[in-house]
DNA sequence: CGGTATCCAACACGATACTG
DNA sequence: CAGTATCGTGTTGGATACCG
């Protein structure tokens, strides 16, 4: 049993980190399979992605469907727990593009949208 | 110049890792002392209180406050930068609670509140 | 009280090679 | 395509002692 004192440290277990946040972003607009993930997060390694994954998945956030065929095929999608994230996530998103853009941070940042 | 491919890489940059958001999510309720902090967060030690302070301010987000005075006195607020992650941290806060509370993770989580 | 300086351990993360 | 295994490193974070 572990003990928090405060809902934001149950969430930052659940979805901190460098990755979790951005990996379940990605999914909540839609289920993807694992070379889709990695082509939207150029910078995340192949096996931080997976372990990544895994811990979403355990967390009850994220669902794995494998498709037994050759070439193997994987989809990942959310759970209604990881779903309700949406907003949140998005939020969270529209903030750092208005922080770029601040006059504290602007020639710091740069974001290369990609859809 | 850093550069991101999506707005939420930024926001984890700016207030991702373990301490700073928490930190943050503090502050905005209103102005604190660091004792006041490190009471409100037991888990945290000196070093990565002042250290997590010192970071949110270089963003932007805090602003510290010195009185000359014996014994001395400090006082850390928000910027109105800061101030605006307010409805986001607080939903996040909600969040954990009802994550902890879930089915999933009944038994496994437990939040002391110490307001 | 608020903060700094060391030193050290843990682990998150990355690079690479390999498998079914 | 999806995933595992191994190894190495660099940051993160904690313990402790000390200062104005």
Redesign the interface.
Known sequence: ????????????D?I?G?WK??VL?YLIKGPKRTSELKR????ITQKMLIQTLRELEM??LILRKMYNQVPPKVEYSTTE?GQ??E???E??????????E?S??Q????????D
């Open positions: 049993m572990k003990t928090y004192y405060c809902g934001l440290e149950v969430t930052l659940v901190g460098k946040a951005l972003y939207l997060i150029p910078t967390s009850g727990l309700s994230l907003s949140i996530l939020a969270l998103c529209n903030w750092g593009g208005i922080y770029a601040s504290f941070a020639d710091e940042f740069e974001i290369l949208h990609m």
